[in-house]
Every structure is written in C-alpha cells, then in structure tokens.
C-alpha cells in the first residue's frame, strides 16, 4: 500500500471527487454520446478499482457526495444509489485482500459487487413504490461495465500511477 | 502499547459510527425525496440551476468538436448532397404550389360554412442543456423556465414529432419527460382507423400501445396522433407511425428524433374551461326566482 503524506491523501481525496464531477457532467452532455447512455456505472467501476488500489483516497463520505451529486443530475431517486453504493463499497474494503491477487479475481469481484447494485436497486425501487427501469437497459449497462472494467484499470495505471498493491 | 492499541479501538469504533450515521443520512435523504415528492424535485431542479451553467461551460469544447466532426462528414459528400436537394428542392415548389391552391381554397370553403376553428397553437423553442437519458429515467433538460412563463404539463415537440412533457419547472430550466419514460402515458389516436388508445413509455425507444379496442383495424404504417382527451395535451400532435416489434406488440415509433435532441419547441396550451354546469350549456340563462318579490317591494 503506497503511503501518503497528509498534504498528498487530501489532494489525491480532491482530485477523486473533481474527476468524478467531470465524468458525471461529461456522461450528461446533449449529443450523441454512447457514454452516458451504455455506461452508467462507469464512475462505480472507477470508485471500485481507486479503492482497491489506495482506499485512502475514497472515503466513504467522499463516495456518498459523488454518488449523491449523480443521482440529482440523472433525474433518479435522490440518495438511494449513493447509499448502495457506500454499502457496497464498505463490505468490499473489508474483503480486499482475497481480491487484490489477481486481475481475474479482482474483475470477478467486480462483476458480482455491480450485480448486486443492480439487483438490490431494482428491489429498493419496487419497495418504494417506483416504477421500475426496463430490465434489458440494465442488464445491457451492467454487461457493459463489466466489460470496460480492466480499461478503466489500465487508465488508472497510466494516467494516475495507481497500481495494485501487493497483499502481504 | 496498550494505549495505543485502546486508541485504535477508539478508532475502528468512531469509523464504525460515522459509517451507520452516512447510511441513516442517505436512506432519510431518500425517504423525504419519495415523502415529499414534489419538494423533492423542486429542490434538485433548483441545484440544477446552479450545475447547468458549469456543465455547459465544461462541454462546450465536447459539443463543438462533436459538431466539427459531423460537419466534416458531410463535407465529404457535399457534391451528392446538393444534386440531392436541389431535385428535392424542385419537387418541393410543386407541392407548395398546391399547398397554396388547396389552403386558399380551404379558407373560402371554411368562410361559407362559418366554422369556428381552434386558434393556432403558439409555441417557445429552447435549447436541450442536459441530457439525463439513463436506465431509469428517459429526460431532458430545456433552458426554458417560470421566467420564460412555462407551466408543468404543456407538450413538447421537435419541428416534427412529440418528444414529451414539461415535468418539473425551475426558474431557468425545466424537465422533459420523454413519451419513452416509463411514467408517460399519453392518450392518442390511430388514423385512419379513428381509435383511440393510450401510449405507454417502457423505457426503449418505441413506446407500446395500449388498450386498443379493435387491433385488426391496424397496421403498421398507420399514423399516430395525440388525441387531446383528459386535457393533458392539445390535439392532433403529430406523435410517430405504428409498428409491429420484434416481440409481436404493436408500438411506436416516434417521429421526432428522441436520440438527436437540440431544440425543442415547447407547445402553449391552456385547456379550455371545462363544462361544470350542464344547464349553462343548453338554452338561454333563466331569471332568478328571487326578482319578482324584490320588484314589487321596491315599487
């Protein structure tokens, strides 16, 4: 795990959310942008991979202001993602070591973690008497997630110098 | 050593606390939204007022490169486009000639028979600033507000088509609801056939058609209009053609081009007053029983 000065954390912590920010405002620009509209959950897969790499980077209460920013701006249910999400993320950050190994138990994990945010949102939707989204859109956005998961690692990699640390 | 290790129990327990009191803040936070709905959205509309502005200074480099782009593909076949619409050009002044010949004719007939018709539809065309289109939820953003006098539930259009509705008014933007969303239901009419049916938004791109009383009376190809009843919109709105899908349901498909949008016409529409007293509509007005009495005393 790479260690940070203070000075660092809160920047790399800044630099998180403004990137964040930057992806939701991009994914909602009015042309003809496949972005938005098959990747929805691009921003968990680059939470996701961020905190396995350096989980000091993405606080919780980072996550939930992103996640909640993101669900004002795309019309959605206002909280009920960011609190997914925050609770996916905690459960994950406890078992990382059995995912941090390799890249295919890593996008396994993945894969399962985007699974149960879609399915848990689903059922909290139809509990809060929401009509719920079309089935088909989603599984479509979840199998394009998974898929573009290793480049949003690779991008991580290269552009930010975060790479996966090694489990003792 | 001990000290220490009680500090870091200290620790995991604060962490522990403040994670269940983030949990309880987001799921009240979503409560209150589903509560108090219309609040809810008043208040995100509000924070998007603020956003809006950022979003499009950020995009703008976005937009125009996109644009850029475009433009060059059509650069590209510039020779073939203008032979095209010069022939297209050419058959547009004849069907004007005849457009001009037929409305002039309509106007004399309609003046002999003394028609009343509806007044012309006035419309305010926007610009699309944000476009919200995810699994859930199928809208738009439009830099129209209370300031420009939009109110909640007029139609929205491209030159063409219907788009959707106006859902949700901030003071410089407002909410299209698509006819794709799933909460839209729009009350239409076939033609030929004269039927009228609902359209129902599932979230795909050709919403479906519903509570049809006779299916075989349509086909595919046939014209879709809204119809105006329940007040929700004004009729005959051009809204798209019939279409058989792939999993045997008749749906829609709409004509303006939900996927392209970049300004939107907003449609005017006050329905007219509705008809509370039924003795009002049928004969004169009858004088009051009260009057004769009141005479006599003043005489």
Known sequence: MVEFSRARRFFAQISYVALSGLVILISLVPIDTFIGRAFPLTLFAITFATMLRSPKIVPLGAVALVFLFRDILYFQPIGLEAFLVVAIIYVVRNARRGLGETLGKEWGGFAVAVCTLAILKVILTMALMLPPPSLGVMAVSVLATIIIYPLVTAALAFQFGLRKPIMA | ?299
Not at chain 2, 162 to 177: A, F
Not at chain 2, 188 to 195: G, L, R, V
Request: hydrophobic share 40%; proline share 6%.
């Open chain 2, 1 to 299: 050593m001990a000290e220490i290790a009680r500090d870091g129990f200290y620790k995991r327990k604060l962490k522990r606390l403040s994670l269940f009191l983030l949990c309880v803040f987001l799921i009240a936070i979503t409560l209150v939204w589903r509560i108090d709905n219309t609040r809810g959205e008043r208040i995100r509309l509000a924070i998007m007022d603020q956003v809006v502005p950022v979003a499009n200074f950020i995009n703008a480099p976005l937009v125009r490169f996109s644009n850029l782009m475009l433009n060059l593909q059509s650069y590209e076949r510039l020779q073939a486009q203008n032979e095209e619409l010069r022939r297209e050009l050419q058959q547009m002044r004849a069907w004007r000639e005849a457009a001009i010949q037929l409305e002039q004719e309509n106007a004399r007939l309609l003046d002999l028979n003394n028609v009343k018709l509806d007044p012309e539809l006035t419309f305010v065309t926007g610009e699309v600033v944000i476009d919200a289109t995810s699994p859930f939820r199928q809208s738009a953003l439009v830099n129209l507000g209370t300031s420009d006098r939009i109110q909640d539930g007029w139609a929205v259009m491209d030159g063409l088509g219907l788009i959707g509705r106006i859902s949700g008014v901030g003071t410089d933007h407002s909410r299209i609801l698509m006819i794709t969303d799933s909460q839209s239901r729009i009350p239409i009419q076939i033609k030929p056939s004269e039927q009228k049916a609902l359209m129902l938004g599932d979230n795909t791109a050709l919403p479906a058609l519903e509570f049809i009383e006779r299916e075989d009376q349509i086909q595919p190809g046939d014209r879709v209009f809204s119809s105006g009843d329940g007040g929700v919109f004004p009729p005959d709105l051009l809204v798209g053609t019939v279409v058989r899908a792939t999993d045997g349901r008749l749906r829609i498909r709409p004509a303006a081009d939900l996927l392209r949008l970049e300004f939107v016409r907003i449609v005017r529409h006050s329905p007219s007053a509705p008809i509370t007293l039924p003795d009002r509509l049928i004969g004169p007005t009858l004088p009051s029983v009260t009057r004769g009495p009141n005479k006599v005393n003043d005489g």
